[in-house]
């Protein structure tokens, strides 16, 4: 089974141009989080997908990052201007459902490999 | 303060001998924890679940103190390859997002 893919692997790009990464999670997992490390820094949670909703997006830095998750099924962050300080590695998860004893929680987290995203 | 502090180390000990990390985290209505590993330039993989009763996988065993909010993770006979990243993880309560500390770097040396 393919498990999660990010597309592009590595990204370099000038201050003030966009970027837009993808995510491919793994087939059937509805939810679906972004994460972004920057240098020395530890790993910190931009947003969550339940489908195609927005479940948690509380960790999204500013406006100037946008997500969706258009039919449910791959996501792309777009980071449109960037700035320096956008740099950073930025991981992909993805997880599905399941039902306990309490009600639906969320299963094992699987990371994609990562887009390190350089902003000179 | 940080959510979950761990100490970076680096941490460089012998082949076969035992390790202990060890993380503290803040927000008491956490309620799942986890230890995950992170080789250099990788994505971060499930090592595994902490559960308050403490548990164990093999050479791994993991403990959860919900009173003092703090979570150990102990390596026996380490190998050459247990050298990674170990990042301590925890889930908020009402939230399923993974919420990191900086990680713990770890070196076995033949």
């Known amino acids: 089974e393919a498990g999660v893919t990010q597309f592009p692997s590595h990204s370099v790009i000038e201050k003030g141009q966009t970027v837009t990464l993808r995510c491919d999670p793994i087939?059937?997992?509805?939810?679906l989080y972004w994460y972004r490390r920057v240098m020395g820094k530890e790993i910190k949670f931009l947003l969550h997908f339940v489908k195609e909703s927005k479940q948690d997006e509380s960790g999204m830095p500013n406006n100037r990052f946008l997500a969706e998750r258009t039919g449910g099924t791959y996501s792309t962050l777009k980071v449109q201007p960037a700035e320096l300080e956008d740099s950073g590695v930025y991981f992909c998860?993805?997880?599905?459902?399941?039902?306990?004893?309490?009600?639906?929680?969320?299963?094992?987290?699987?990371f994609g490999p990562g887009t390190r995203l350089t902003v000179t | 303060r940080k959510e979950v502090e761990q100490d970076p180390g680096p941490f460089n000990v012998p082949e076969g001998a035992t390790v202990a990390f060890n993380c503290t985290y803040s927000n008491s209505a956490s309620q799942s924890f986890f230890w995950y590993r992170q080789d250099c330039r990788k994505e971060p993989k499930l090592l595994m679940s902490v559960y308050s009763s403490g548990n164990e996988d093999g050479r791994f065993t993991a403990q959860l103190n919900r009173a003092s909010q703090y979570i150990s993770l102990l390596i026996r006979d380490s190998k050459l390859s247990d050298s990674a990243t170990y990042l301590c993880v925890v889930t908020p309560g009402g939230a399923q997002k993974l919420v990191f500390g900086q990680g713990t770097r770890l070196t076995i040396n033949p």
């Open positions: 998860a993805s997880s599905q459902d399941l039902l306990g004893t309490s009600g639906w929680s969320s299963y094992e987290q699987y």
């Open positions: 087939s059937g997992h509805d939810n």
